[in-house]
């Protein structure tokens, strides 16, 4: 059974730092295209920010360029998301995904998600 499990948010200022992980279990994730979304308070989900293909490109959406970085290590069945200089308007639920068909826009095609993790950017 695949399962998603991110950590690593939490609180923090306008224009610092955080760095969220994902960890896969019950497959290895090289076989997976590993992506992260959000979703803000009263909004629909955003994403994919990121995504971390199985032949280990990257695909940044534009919310994330510049500031996200995506990266995964397979040897660790982890996949994270730096985040820098983050903005308020970053708050939300953190959530992995991992798709099967490699890397996509298309929603459907992450057949595994995490529970998600919070990420609240206030002063």
């Known amino acids: 059974q695949v399962k998603l499990a991110e950590s690593g948010g939490g609180l923090v200022q306008p224009g610092e730092p955080l760095k969220l992980s994902c960890i896969i279990s019950?497959?290895?994730?090289?076989?997976?295209?590993i992506a992260w979304f959000r979703q803000a308070p009263g909004k629909e989900r955003e994403g994919p920010l990121c995504?971390?293909?199985?032949?280990?490109?990257?695909y940044n959406g534009d919310s994330a360029k510049g500031r996200f970085t995506i990266s995964r290590d397979n040897s660790k069945n982890t996949v994270c998301l730096q985040m820098d200089s983050l903005k308020p308007e970053d708050t939300g639920v953190y959530y992995c995904?991992?798709?099967?068909?490699?890397?996509?826009?298309?929603?459907?095609?992450?057949?595994?998600w995490g529970q998600g993790t919070q990420v609240t950017v206030s002063t």
């Open positions: 995904a991992a798709s099967p068909s490699g890397a996509t826009m298309i929603v459907e095609e992450y057949r595994y």
């Open positions: 995504i971390a293909d199985d032949d280990g490109q990257i």
């Open positions: 019950g497959v290895s994730a090289k076989y997976y295209a």
